[in-house]
């Protein structure tokens, strides 16, 4: 198995923040509102993404010996799946009740990080990531 992150797809990921992180200024900055707090929000949104899905990842594909069986690997792939919609729910769950961000914006800013992955699996549907 291979373990290996595509570089060039997280440089992608990367763009796409920045990119997103400049849509919210300027309609923070259009609406009259805080610019820090939607800021805030679309990195929280960014990252209620990105941390499940690393975890994911990693824990999927964290045996890589030859004397794994097939109920093994799909243990891992179960374990991890479970465990990446746990971590988001946590994560989420810490954003709307005990941090003072803009809900809206990070529910936004996680849609479109999504809809963005789909659009990169359908460009590169080879992607690590």
Known sequence: M???INLKLIKKYFFFL?????????????KNKEVFSYLLSAVY??????????????????????????GLVVYD??????????????????CFKFLNLVNLV?????V???????FLYILFPNSKF
């Open 45 to 70: 949104g960014f990252i209620a993404f990105a941390i499940p899905e690393i975890i994911y990842f990693y824990y999927s594909k964290r045996r890589n010996n030859n004397k794994i069986t097939a």
């Open 18 to 30: 920045l990119t997103s992180l400049i849509f919210w200024t300027l309609l923070a900055i259009l």
């Open 2 to 4: 291979d373990k290996k």
């Open 106 to 110: 990070v529910v936004f800013s996680f």
């Open 77 to 94: 792939a179960i374990y991890a799946l479970i465990l990446k919609y746990m971590v988001l729910i946590i994560i989420l769950g810490i």
């Open 112 to 118: 479109l990080t999504i809809f963005f992955k789909i």
